[in-house]
């Protein structure tokens, strides 16, 4: 999807740091972490947000939420706990039209959603 920020990252054109990538999926660092793990995972394919999901995408949904488990374990975040979450829309506060999953942990979260007021 052209003028797709996350499309561009997952295409190699605007540089990220990249902690994970696969045929479908790629997670890299959020650029303004709240937490002390940020991670963001998209899946490669261009899905604006979670309302777009088609009865097609529930594997790769599947396997977006399999690698952010496997991410949790691999940060070492798993047995303190972290937070999974998914804007939509706007009133979800989503600012990216590009479905992602917050992959948040390494600290006590909190209450506040994104640990932003
Ligand atoms: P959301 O409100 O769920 O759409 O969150 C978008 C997230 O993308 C925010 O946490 C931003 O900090 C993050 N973000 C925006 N641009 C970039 C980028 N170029 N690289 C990494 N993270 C980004
Ligand atoms: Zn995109």
Redesign the pocket.
């Known amino acids: 999807m052209k003028d797709c920020?996350f499309c561009k990252?997952a295409g190699g054109e605007?540089p990220?740091e990249v902690v994970y990538e696969d045929e479908q999926v790629v997670a890299?660092?959020?650029?303004?972490p709240v937490a002390p793990v940020h991670i963001?995972l998209i899946p490669r394919l261009h899905i604006p947000s979670f309302d777009d999901i088609k009865p097609e995408h529930k594997e790769l949904m599947g396997h977006l939420a399999w690698v952010a488990g496997e991410l949790a374990r691999q940060k070492n975040i798993n047995e303190g706990g972290y937070r999974l979450?998914?804007?939509c829309g706007r009133d979800g506060?989503?600012?990216?039209f590009h479905l992602?999953f917050?992959l948040l942990g390494g600290k006590p979260l909190g209450s506040s959603l994104l640990g932003r007021e």
Request: no cysteine; charged share 10%; hydrophobic share 55%.
């Open positions: 920020i990252i605007i990220a890299f660092n959020d650029l303004n963001l979450i998914m804007n506060g989503q600012e990216i992602h917050h």
